[in-house]
């Protein structure tokens, strides 16, 4: 079956430690993206890849890394640096040009900071 | 600065009626506009698109209005369903940024059966 697969669903971290959520993709989609969902507010980007070995920062990027070293893969780290980082993790796919233009998403990982 | 805005959190419908969501944008360049349904503690999937060029767009009980003027489109399902119950997104996008999407803060459907 072709999809979005994040791991692990449920993450809990202590404060100061740096944590790598999981995304792959089996859907042979260009660009790779990471949302951030908090109670009450839209969907926030925060890195976006349109081709292996390139990203780009989003709305929020502060205190996260990323890294497209292969096409279906686009692990995100949160960083001690990120300042409340306990969220709803979202990584979605699609088609860079052509296609229907829609975003397939991950069933989303839950970061909680102890 | 939220550039796509729901601005009713919630809404309760009787199963089998219509159910009206609402999404306000401020970017007049936003040419694409989608709607996403998401369950808890999944992602969002796909519901239904919308060009700017168009003015609506159907598909089975899901309809999308596009009123580009007043910057708003609206989803409509109808009838109304209990598996509708759901949180929708609408999400839109500008021109000429490959699928960079501004989504809005969501609205909760309940359809009570």
């Known amino acids: 079956d072709g999809g979005i697969t994040q791991s692990p669903k449920y993450l809990f971290r202590k404060e100061g430690q740096n944590v790598t959520l999981s995304c792959e993709q089996n859907?042979?989609?260009?660009?790779m993206y990471w949302y951030r969902q908090d109670p009450g507010q839209g969907l926030r980007l925060i890195y976006y890849?349109?081709?292996?070995?390139?990203?780009q920062k989003g709305d929020i990027a502060e205190g996260y890394s990323v890294s497209r070293e292969k096409k279906e893969s686009f692990p995100l780290t949160v960083t001690s640096a990120q300042k409340n980082p306990t969220a709803f993790y979202l990584c979605?796919?699609?088609?860079?040009?052509?296609?229907?233009?829609?975003?397939?998403f991950g069933e989303g990982s839950r970061l909680t900071v102890l | 600065d939220q550039q796509v805005k729901q601005n009713s959190p919630s809404l309760s419908v009787q199963e089998g009626r219509i159910s009206i969501l609402n999404c306000d944008y401020t970017?007049?360049?936003?040419?694409?506009f989608l709607w996403y349904k998401k369950y808890p503690a999944e992602g969002p999937t796909f519901l239904i698109s919308i060009s700017s060029i168009k003015d609506k767009n159907e598909d089975g009980r899901f309809t999308v209005f596009l009123n580009k003027s007043a910057k708003h489109l609206s989803l409509h399902i109808v009838p109304s369903q209990p598996g509708d119950s759901a949180v929708y997104f609408c999400a839109a996008q500008p021109p000429n940024t490959g699928n960079q999407f501004y989504f809005g803060t969501g609205t909760s459907l309940t359809v009570i059966p």
């Open positions: 970017n007049s360049m936003f040419d694409y």
């Open positions: 979605a796919s699609s088609f860079w040009t052509g296609g229907t233009g829609e975003l397939f």
């Open positions: 890849s349109q081709i292996v070995n390139d990203f």
């Open positions: 859907l042979n989609h260009d660009a």
